[in-house]
């Protein structure tokens, strides 16, 4: 299935950073000005003491923390099912809902705890960050 087909997400201002990272094939965390903590999603003040807001490059690495199996395809999806819909705790701390890419979405193939990297996928004018096992990456 063509990833154009698939749902993508449309850039607001307090996201727009993030995004335009992404298409650099980067992943891009907000920051609390104050604090030093990074934080996810993205917004206009920081969630921990409602201050500025600025962006750190995050290495791109994480763990699986949970994930459930989805059988019954979203649109754009209908060739891709089952697919792995999974939280991928960030070595920074934030947690991202990602899909797993580059192993099949079976219990037998996905461990909490498993290793993770960034991978990046185009959908039309937007990047979506994935997440696939570390040395399996595949960029589109």
């Known amino acids: ?48 003491s409602g201050g500025a807001v600025d962006w750190v490059r995050a290495s791109g690495r994480g763990d699986l923390a949970s994930y459930v199996i989805n059988h019954r395809p979203a649109p754009g999806y209908e060739d891709e099912a089952p697919y792995a819909i999974a939280l991928v705790r960030l070595e ?6 990602s899909n797993i890419k580059g192993i099949p979405a079976d219990p037998a193939h996905l461990r909490i705890g498993m290793k993770l990297e960034v991978q990046f996928e185009a959908r039309g004018e937007v990047t979506v960050p994935q997440f696939g096992p570390v040395g399996k990456g595949e960029e589109a």
């Open 92 to 97: 920074e701390g934030p947690i991202l809902t």
């Open 1 to 48: 299935m063509s990833a154009a087909r698939k749902f993508a997400p449309v850039p607001t201002p307090e996201t727009l950073p993030f995004w335009e990272k992404a298409a650099q094939h980067e992943l891009w965390l907000p920051r609390c000005a104050d604090t030093g903590k990074v934080f996810f999603p993205p917004r206009a003040h920081s969630p921990f």
